[in-house]
Nanobody, 123 residues
Framework: QVQLVESGGGLVQPGGSLRLSCAAS????????MNWYRQAPGQERELVAG????????NYADSVKGRFTISRDNAKNTVYLQMNSLKPEDTAVYYC????????????????WGQGTQVTVSS
């Protein structure tokens, strides 16, 4: 059974930090690129950050560059999002996403989504 379980969300003051985690199971984690998306109330889901299957390349939305860092530990089947200098506009539900990056992974399935974790930035 495929699972992506996000954790680490919560309420934080502007300027604070949070570290989100996404634990994967039920598929070959190392064969998938991983992304973090977010969705604020009344807005479309947007890509925040992505990392390739081996972790050699990352990309970020302009709005989070220099503040957020995505990383992964393939031995632990986990992807992280370190969020620093948080702003009220970062308030959203954050979702973990797995996209097949190899031929074998594409055969097995995906993309997959987690259930999301709420991040609220407010004083």
């Amino acid at each position: 059974q495929v699972q992506l379980v996000e954790s680490g969300g919560g309420l934080v003051q502007p300027g604070g930090s949070l570290r989100l985690s996404c634990a994967a199971s039920g598929f070959t984690f190392g064969g998938y690129a991983m992304n973090w998306y977010r969705q604020a109330p009344g807005q479309e889901r947007e890509l925040v950050a992505g990392i390739t299957s081996a972790g050699g390349s990352t990309n970020y939305a302009d709005s989070v560059k220099g503040r957020f860092t995505i990383s992964r530990d393939n031995a632990k089947n986990t992807v992280y999002l370190q969020m620093n200098s948080l702003k009220p506009e970062d308030t959203a539900v954050y979702y973990c996403n797995a996209v097949p990056a190899t031929f074998a992974a594409r055969i097995k399935g995906g993309p997959y989504w987690g259930q999301g974790t709420q991040v609220t930035v407010s004083s």
